[in-house]
């Protein structure tokens, strides 16, 4: 077991996960990474089926995908007993720890997966002018789970080292496939959140605030659907014989611009989005194919579910039109939610005399959607208290951008923040933070 500095570890592992960025479902070298220690630390872990339901997984990659990464994963140095475990991008993990003494069950979750996106190599950007930037063509941290997945880790070792200072159980999730609301159902649908007390998560960033910054909690995320439309229809010699098409590019076009006429809602916000359109084969040919990535959103739930059936009905419509098949593949998903109020008021106080936490704010409105919606209503519908978090960094480029970065002393501000729950807010907490000094700006 280390016995770096917890800012160390933080640092550490943070660059070296960013060196290596995974997407969703195919996190099989950082699953791994994190497992491995968590094991040596004596937290008893969970892989595969154990950690998720395979069943409720959304937007799995294709199985060629998949086996290119494990074989990827395999050549990195990943074990055989864990590949097998993992298998079919049955990533992430559950680690849990038992202290032996009475107290609440906490579960803590930390985002693993990246972004398919080409990092910037521009000198001004922090990671690549020191070293530490994506190795892996395509594909981004721009997100900052990286950093979350350090948090975790670090969270992991002031656990094990500190034990005699805590109480209850201890559940720490380390999620995959974030993006696109793909994995948090399906851990939730394990049944991790079934038993627990109170359930804390959170993010870097969201909005460019000082480091030291600390939201307790968040509203505004939206209930969201993630499809994948496919259109067939017939190819036709364009000139030749044109009757005998059945244009499936029309209908993808049709369907991309009609999606933005469906109308608003008096309940609340809602969004629609068409981010991907692909058709045809070549200029004198009617097309036999069409292909749209889309998204819909939901202020709540009533809301959602009307924009969802509305663009599901004028998919299928727009189908009819112009007499081709089309297939919905729902490949994600997020509910709304919100926060609870006493764990806004127990941040606020515990957070009082952090070294490092500079100001905590109550509540912060944000956009966007969150999959760890599940796992927030999962636990209040238990009678449980659930919140999510932000924390403060300046932010030169936005998320999902290729130069996003963020200020790696908010690191130690999450990780002060997680343990002062960890330990309930009681007991003197020095001992606990004496480790966890505040990081240099990495400006």
Known sequence: MSNAPLNSILVDWRRALHEYPELGFTEYVTTYRVGKELEALGFTVFLGKEALSSESRKGVPRESILHKQEQAAREWGVEEEWLNAMKGGHTGLVATWETGRPGPHKAFRFDIDALPI???KDPSHIPFHKGFHSKVDGVMHACGHDGHTAIGVALAHFISREQDALSGKLTLLFQPAEEGGRGAKAMTDQGWLHNVDEFYTG???IHSMPVGTVGASVKGFLASSKMNVTYKGRSA???????EGRNALLAAATASTQLYAIPRHSGGASRVNVGRLEAGSGRNV?????????????ENHEVHCFVHDEATRMIRSVADLYDVSCEIDE???TSSFSCSEEAVEWIKEWGRDSPVIEEIIPVVSVSGSEDASFMVNEVKGHDGIATYM????????GHHHPSFDFDEGALAVALDMYITIAKGGTGDAKVARRNVTTIESND
Do not use: S
């Open 237 to 243: 010699h364009a000139g030749m014989k044109p009757e």
């Open 331 to 333: 490949v994600g998903e």
């Open 203 to 205: 993010h870097i960033g």
């Open 118 to 120: 080409n990092e910037t």
């Open 390 to 397: 932000l924390f403060g960094t300046p932010l030169a480029a």
């Open 286 to 298: 009617i097309a036999d194919h069409g292909y749209l990535e889309l998204e819909t959103r939901g």
